[in-house]
């Protein structure tokens, strides 16, 4: 069974920083491009960031100067790292990982097939 587990979110203050992991179980997840992902309920899911097979990295504008997004080939896993964290940043944060030319397109984001479970991410004081 092929499966990606995201795991570091919880409870921080505005200002502070949170690292974000997502390992994949069952396959490997080197060939694929991998995205970070957010939702609120209520609201649509929107791409933070992607990292290509090539370590290409793209961002979304309003998160490129606090999120930085990385893999580890050897160990299988893609990270997340969020800085200086604000309230509007809380969500449920997913990873996913699929094909494709261009890795940050919009809604639905069919190209990505494999997604995690979602890890909550709390900003508040």
């Known amino acids: 069974q092929s499966q990606l587990v995201e795991s570091g979110g919880g409870l921080v203050q505005p200002g502070g920083s949170l690292r974000l992991s997502c390992k994949a179980s069952?396959?490997?997840?080197?060939?694929?491009?991998v995205g970070w992902f957010r939702q609120v309920p209520g609201k649509e899911r929107e791409i933070i960031a992607c990292i290509r097979t090539s370590d290409d990295t793209r961002y979304a504008d309003s998160m490129k100067d606090r999120f930085t997004i990385s893999r580890n080939v050897a160990k299988g896993t893609a990270h997340l790292q969020m800085d200086n964290l604000k309230p509007e940043d809380t969500a449920v944060y997913f990873c996913a990982a699929g094909n494709g030319a261009i890795c940050l397109t919009p809604p639905p984001y069919y190209e990505y097939f494999y997604w995690g479970q979602g890890a909550q991410v709390t900003v508040s004081s």
């Open positions: 069952g396959f490997n997840l080197d060939p694929y491009n």
